[in-house]
């Protein structure tokens, strides 16, 4: 059958934001999300996602800068300081699939399917906050217009194999069962289907898995 997804989260740029009840680990992770930058500004800093909040402040973001108006670059910043920053423009108001991968001290980006960086010195005591924001900076701060979907987190690092499979030629697809080069379900935590899921909308946890899926 095919996979249903036909649904998003939008956020207008303004005063629009989601928090998410989740704690990234300090060591090991991977998060996926597929996202579409619609901001039109020449050079802001944007905040897709943000794991700090006032008390947790050396977490990890997810924090594209404009290029242009019509271009953006993305950036990973963990503990301090960006620990990937690839320097290729992305055009504003496209798909993209988007996954960090964290294993230790070692980071890899994946856009598309394919890396664009991996780096050491990743902090294994980063301190995540109890939520994820997404659309903005903690604090309902610096909020970006995008849209926003399909996020999920896993407690392993992924191979670039598995995120391939993720990417599915531009398609999602369903992370929670094993098929073909994705083979690492077991590991999912969370997974928001920001609107396409059909169980009922509320936290659960099937088997011991703590897979949570929210229809928002």
């Known amino acids: 059958s095919v996979f249903p997804n036909s649904k998003s989260l939008s956020f207008d740029g303004t005063d629009e934001y989601v928090s998410v009840p989740f704690e990234l680990p300090t060591g090991t992770w991977t998060v996926s999300q597929w996202i579409r930058i619609n901001d039109t500004s020449a050079s802001d800093d944007l905040y897709v996602w943000d794991s700090r909040d006032a008390s947790h402040t050396s977490g990890n973001i997810m924090h594209p800068v ?110 929670s069962v094993d098929s073909g080069d994705y083979d690492v379900s077991a590991g999912l935590q969370g997974w928001w289907r920001m609107g396409d899921a059909t169980e009922p909308a509320a936290d659960g946890i099937t088997g011991g898995n703590k897979l949570f899926i929210f229809d928002q």
């Open 66 to 175: 404009k290029a242009s108006s019509s271009t953006y670059k993305n950036r990973w910043w963990n503990a301090g300081a960006f620990r990937i920053s690839p320097t290729t423009e992305y055009a504003i108001g496209l798909w993209q699939h988007v996954v960090f991968v964290k294993d230790g001290e070692t980071g890899t980006m994946y856009v598309d399917g394919a890396s664009v960086g991996t780096a050491t010195g990743f902090s294994t005591t980063a301190d995540n906050a109890p939520n994820m924001s997404i659309g903005a900076r903690y604090s309902n701060l610096n909020n970006i217009p995008m849209q926003f979907d399909e996020l999920a987190i896993w407690n392993t690092a992924l191979d670039a194999d598995a995120v391939s499979a993720l990417y599915n030629s531009g398609l999602p697809t369903d992370v």
